[in-house]
């Protein structure tokens, strides 16, 4: 069985794919901290309860946008599956270009969301990845990542809000029945919501309009569900993309060794 790690800034996914398709898949917030140990005690229960034997992972496969987690997560592949992991970054084969002028910036969450994009839909895409930031990533119609946009994330937002104004509340994010907020909470909501709203489509327009083609717009990530229904601009919700690429990258890693 493979397993499969990506990790982003606030969250980390484990997924475990048996050749044919994805069995499991676990989130746990991501901590630098977390060592190797701690993550296999974790795994091994959580597959334990599923009824996957542990000792059936006999490969890895990683992204990840934390370096300082990195070498725990490497550690736990090679100490607990005797596995050295596929690194995306460092020892895949991603079989896309990077068009832009330092390849080596590319994240590889925006790699990997490319690949299983592609794969997945035809002509030019603009590729939304909702999580800690929102990533507006141009994916040619070969394939190449030719760069985008990153702005803050909905949540981080609304947090940023909540402890720079001194009299705003910690409020929960969701769709107001109106635009105009009766009060504080509500005012906040819409504010929020309906501004990420106006930035995305905003964004959408301005990324086609410069790259002068018609695009197909597919949102992923933790929180793209939030915008399902709110906007038309979006022509795709698909929430296994990263997985799908991440298991493209391993298998295409694997053709070439």
Excluded at 232 to 242: A, G, N, Q, S
Aim: hydrophobic share 45%; with cysteine.
């Amino acid at each position: 069985m493979l397993l499969a790690i990506e990790q982003g800034n606030t969250n980390t996914l484990f997924a475990i794919h048996d050749g044919k398709d994805w069995v499991a898949q676990w989130r746990t917030a991501t901590e630098t901290t977390r060592t190797a140990d701690e993550y296999a005690v974790w795994l091994y229960q959580l597959l334990t309860m599923h009824g996957f034997d542990f000792k059936a992972i006999d490969d890895c496969i990683i992204s990840s946008v934390v370096p300082q987690s990195l070498f725990n997560l490497r550690k736990l592949a090679q100490r607990y599956f005797q596995k050295t992991p596929y690194v995306v970054g460092d020892n895949t084969f991603l079989g896309i270009e990077v068009r832009i002028e330092k390849p080596s910036e590319a994240g590889a969450d925006r790699l990997v969301n490319a690949v299983g994009g592609h794969m997945a839909y035809k002509g030019p895409l603009i590729i939304i990845d909702s999580g800690t930031a929102t990533t507006f990533d141009v994916v040619a119609a070969d394939g190449g990542w030719e760069g985008g946009a990153i702005a803050p994330g909905i949540n981080l937002s609304m947090q940023a809000l909540h402890q720079a104004a001194a009299k705003l509340p910690r409020v929960a994010i969701e769709k107001p029945a109106r635009i105009i907020g009766k009060d504080t909470v509500t005012a906040m909501q819409s504010g929020i919501f309906w501004g990420y709203v106006g930035l995305i489509e905003y964004l959408i327009a301005q990324i086609k309009a410069e790259y002068g083609h018609d695009m197909t717009v597919v949102a992923t990530g933790g929180v793209a569900s939030l915008f399902e229904g709110a906007t038309d601009r979006i022509d795709h919700f698909d929430h296994d993309l990263t997985l799908r690429g991440l298991l493209e990258i391993y298998r295409r890693t694997l053709s070439r060794n």
